[in-house]
């Protein structure tokens, strides 16, 4: 599946920001983020690019570009793929990185196909064609091989990172990098201002002040999927989940509270991935959400909306689609945290550029069932979502951008830091002695 063409987000690029001195080592990069992850290995979570590698890269435009492969090739059919290993790379534990290694860790992320060692890499065989295989593998099959070592990790607290003396790219320019999780965005962007930290996120509404204070801005992709979805039982009639879905406005919320970042959208996948996604009408109809929420027995016409108040602005778009259900005679009551909501509010995040994989994972973290989708094709990916739409309550709202802020002794010789889907990669980050 051919991918649009795509461009980051910037106030400045990384050309504005590289300063006049040459890149020089050492210093430790101050990095705070509102999620608290419990686990490094968790693909939605962008400090893994840091550790661990892949047989391919992306580059900026979603191109593959070899990484732990320095070259690969298919048949005609694309069921039959052979990667030729980089050599001489030595993982974080002091092994070589070897043909068996890397096909055990191909073999555990590619079910249904027949992974073998060759004698300088690995062959991939499937049942079917696996024409996105290198989109899966630039997300799948990580081995511990990146430029930064994990020193310290404190689920949902903090983390810190040591150059890898041993990266096969080259040593990175940064000594260590120090995570704080759990900062809210409006007190990350007071540690960036003051001085305490040097990278943060950024909600949308913050871009301008970021931008006006000099600072770098980087964003991903709109990569990250804002939703509502049922708790089990409520979404059985589907008269309740269609008057709600046809009562949100979700224009007037894109507009005013993420200030036109992203896409507004009523599909799981962005239409930047998928390419369909604009056949999942979003637009409001009051008129027929009130007729189906009058035809409801009264008592099915009260909902309660919960949502995460570290999620960016859900207190804001949880109160919106309250003032959107109550036109059309639906009430809804909003608040944080409560286990027994009958919709919850969510964010999640896309961890793959295959949309196979991107539309399991998004499935799977929500609590759905493992998507049939018979073939890579887009018609099939199509239903596949359409199903899951109709039956399992889900109304998607909205696809937008993961922005960081960058402070003025950070310095990029190279690509942006951020990939397409939001993660990390600061082998080439350097940092001034002193702010300019």
């Known amino acids: 599946m051919r991918l649009s063409a795509w461009l980051p987000l910037a106030a400045l690029s990384a050309a504005a920001i590289a300063a006049a001195t040459r890149p020089h080592y050492g210093g430790t990069l101050r990095v705070e983020m509102h999620g608290t992850p419990a686990a490094l290995d968790d693909p939605a979570e962008p400090l893994g690019t840091m550790v661990y590698e892949t047989l391919v890269r992306l580059d900026e435009r979603g191109a593959p570009k070899p990484c732990l492969a320095v070259s690969w090739q298919h048949d005609s059919a694309a069921k039959r793929w052979q990667f030729t290993l980089r050599p001489q790379v030595k993982l974080q534990d002091g092994s070589p990185l070897t043909p068996a290694t890397a096909a055990a860790a191909l073999g555990a992320v590619l079910p249904g196909a027949v992974v073998a060692a060759t004698p300088n890499g690995v062959t991939v065989r499937g049942s079917r064609p696996m024409p996105d295989l290198l ?5 799948t099959g990580r081995l511990q091989a990146g430029p930064f070592r994990m020193t310290a990790f404190e689920a949902g607290k903090r983390a810190s990172l040591a150059a890898n003396e041993d990266y096969w790219g080259g040593r990175p320019y940064l000594d260590t990098i120090a995570v704080e999780f759990g900062r809210a965005l409006r007190d990350q962007l007071a540690d960036l201002e003051l001085g305490k930290a040097d990278v943060v996120e950024v909600g949308p509404a913050d871009l301008r002040r970021a931008s006006d204070h000099g600072r770098a801005v980087w964003s991903s992709a709109p990569a990250t999927l804002i939703t509502l979805i049922f708790a089990s039982g409520r979404s059985e009639d589907p008269r309740l989940r269609e008057a709600l879905a046809l009562a ?18 009523a599909a799981l996948l962005p239409q930047w991935l998928s390419g369909y996604a604009f056949a999942f009408p979003s637009d409001p109809d009051l008129a027929r959400a009130r007729e189906l929420a009058a035809s409801l027995p009264p008592a099915n016409r009260r909902l309660s909306l919960t949502y995460d108040p570290a999620m960016r602005i859900a207190r804001s778009l949880a109160e919106r689609v309250a003032v959107n259900a109550r036109d059309a005679g639906l009430t ?10 009958d919709v919850r509010l969510v964010e999640v995040r896309l961890t793959s550029l295959a949309p196979v994989r991107a539309l399991d994972g998004i499935a799977a973290a929500l609590g759905l069932p493992e998507p049939s989708v018979p073939d890579d094709s887009a018609a099939a990916i199509y239903e596949s979502e359409r199903h899951l739409l109709d039956v399992f309550g889900v109304i998607p709202l909205f696809h937008v951008p993961v922005f960081y802020a960058a402070g003025s002794r950070v310095h990029v010789h190279g690509p942006l830091p951020i990939t397409r889907l939001g993660d990390w990669r600061f082998d080439d980050v350097w940092l001034s002695v002193t702010a300019p």
């Open 135 to 139: 989109l899966e593998l630039a997300h």
């Open 248 to 265: 949100i406005d979700r224009a007037a919320m894109f507009a005013v509270l993420l200030q036109r970042q992203g896409e507004i959208s």
């Open 332 to 341: 809804v009551d909003v608040s944080p945290q409560n286990p027994r909501g």
